[in-house]
């Protein structure tokens, strides 16, 4: 087992889930495995039915609901968002299926320390339906993408990505599986590039 807790700083991190929260198990996982030089100050979620709250919790970590459908203004939500973000100081936010759209607000003000993974070779297939669109359009291969969040949805500067075949037989829910299964290695990959400071923009 690698065990890089002694290289360096730990990098403090807040995960934003919606549901299942299966990337959110990976990063959990990597970091006691010592693989990812990093804590997990907290699990934010907008949904209180989130599995992912579960495995917080499991886990020993700080876990924060905050429903949206009480806010009727995106940024108004996002204010409230960066208060919970900001009493814990993160260095790194983790958006783990959060299924929300970040204002501009939001995005700006954390810019450079927002990651996101999405189930797509992006460029290709910003948005949602990923796989569907994929095997629509006769695609031979797919994949995920971790890459940091700018105010363009799915659009920002790329860390990682990892490919998978489709095949013949592969529809909507094996597709999800194999692209899964690769978003449980690259996440933690992506983040443990940023801790070892080979994330920049320039
Ligand atoms: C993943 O497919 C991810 O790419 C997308 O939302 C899904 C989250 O899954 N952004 P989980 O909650 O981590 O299991």
Same mark, same amino acid.
């Given at each position: 087992m690698t065990n890089n807790r002694n290289q360096g700083k730990v990098l403090t991190l807040v995960v934003l889930i919606s549901g299942s929260g299966s990337n959110l198990q990976s990063i959990i996982d990597a970091i006691a495995a010592g693989t990812? &030089? $990093?804590?997990?100050a907290a699990v934010i979620s907008n949904? /209180?039915? $989130? %599995?992912g709250l579960e495995r917080a919790a499991n886990a020993g970590i700080e876990t924060i609901v905050e429903p949206h +459908? +009480?806010?009727?203004d995106r940024k108004q939500y996002d204010q409230v968002l960066a208060r919970h973000v900001d009493s814990f100081s993160p260095e790194l936010i983790i958006l783990a299926g959060f299924m929300r759209i970040l204002s501009p607000w939001f995005v700006t003000r954390y810019s450079g320390k927002i990651l996101n993974i999405h189930p797509?070779?992006?460029? *290709? %297939? *910003?948005? /949602? &339906?990923t796989h569907q669109r994929v095997i629509d359009a006769g695609e031979t291969e797919h994949g995920a993408s971790v890459h940091l969040v700018t105010e363009q949805l799915d659009g920002g500067p790329i860390v990682i990505q990892a490919r998978v075949p489709v095949e013949r037989d592969d529809d909507v829910e094996s597709l999800r599986k194999k692209v899964l299964e690769q978003e449980h290695l690259i996440y933690p990959e992506a983040i443990k590039l940023f801790a070892q400071g080979r994330v920049r923009t320039e």
């Open positions: 990812v &030089n $990093a804590r997990i949904r /209180t039915d $989130a %599995y +459908q +009480q806010y009727s797509s070779l992006l460029p *290709k %297939y *910003k948005g /949602t &339906n």
